[in-house]
T-cell receptor, first 112, second 115 residues
C-alpha cells in the first residue's frame, strides 16, 4: 500500500498570504490528523477529521482550518500567514480514530 | 501539565552500546494507548510500537524492547547494541479514549550514535 502523501513538500510564502496543504491518506484510512512541528514547540496537534467531520481541534487560532473530502483526502488552510507559522506540517492517517497513526513526509512551510 | 514527558532531550552513545529512552505519561483514563515513533533526519515519523493500557507485557522486536509499567506510568524504550542508523529523534505519544483519541506527543529525545 502506498503511504501517506503530502503536497507540496516545500513551500515559501510571505507574510499575509494564505496557503493550502494537501494530504492523501493510506487507502482505506478514514481518519486524518494534522500536526505542526517547530523546534520551540515540538509536535502540536492541529485537528483531526473522520468521515468528513472534524472530531478534535487543537489550540490554534481560527486562521488555521481544514476539511476532509468524501475520499478521505484532507486539506488544511492557513490564512494571513505570520512568521511564526514557519514549520513542518505533518499529516497522519489511521483506519479509525482509535488506531495507530501513520505519518506522511510533511510539508515544510517557510514564511518570509 | 504535560501528558507525556521525555526528560532526556539529547543522548549520545557509542556504537554497540545499549541505550534506554525514558517516557513518563499522565492520564486519568483507564483505556489508553501508548506509542513510540522515530523521526530520522528526513523528517517523516516512523511508527515503532503501540501498546494498550491493558497489556503490560514487555515487547521485544529485534534490537528494540519496550518496558511498560503502569505502576510508575512509564513506557521506556531500549535499543540494544545501538547502530549509527538508530540516530534520530524518538517520540513517545499517548492517546486517550476520553479525549477522542487525540494524540499527545512528548518533546522527543534526540539520539546520536557515534561510530
Amino acid at each position: 500500500k502506498a503511504g501517506v502523501t503530502q503536497t507540496p513538500r516545500y513551500l515559501i510564502k510571505t507574510r499575509g498570504q494564505q496557503v493550502t496543504l494537501s494530504c492523501s491518506p493510506i487507502s482505506g484510512h478514514r481518519s486524518v490528523s494534522w500536526y505542526q512541528q517547530t523546534p520551540g514547540q515540538g509536535l502540536q496537534f492541529l485537528f483531526e477529521y473522520f468521515s468528513e467531520t472534524q472530531r478534535n481541534k487543537g489550540n490554534f487560532p481560527g486562521r488555521f482550518s481544514g476539511r476532509q473530502f468524501s475520499n478521505s483526502r484532507s486539506e488544511m488552510n492557513v490564512s494571513t500567514l505570520e512568521l511564526g507559522d514557519s514549520a513542518l506540517y505533518l499529516c497522519a492517517s489511521s483506519p479509525d480514530p482509535t488506531d495507530t497513526q501513520y505519518f506522511g513526509p510533511g510539508t515544510r512551510l517557510t514564511v518570509l | 501539565a504535560q501528558k507525556v514527558t521525555q526528560a532526556q532531550t539529547e543522548i549520545s552513545v557509542v556504537e554497540k552500546e545499549d541505550v534506554t529512552l525514558d517516557c513518563v505519561y499522565e492520564t486519568r483514563d483507564t483505556t489508553y494507548y501508548l506509542f513510540w515513533y522515530k523521526q530520522p533526519p528526513s523528517g517523516e515519523l516512523v511508527f515503532l510500537i503501540r501498546r494498550n493500557s491493558f497489556d503490560e507485557q514487555n515487547e521485544i522486536s529485534g534490537r528494540y524492547s519496550w518496558n511498560f509499567q503502569k505502576s510508575t506510568s512509564s513506557f521506556n524504550f531500549t535499543i540494544t547494541a545501538s547502530q549509527v542508523v538508530d540516530s534520530a529523534v524518538y517520540f513517545c505519544a499517548l492517546s486517550e479514549t476520553n479525549t477522542g483519541n487525540q494524540f499527545y506527543f512528548g518533546t522527543g529525545t534526540s539520539l546520536t550514535v557515534i561510530p
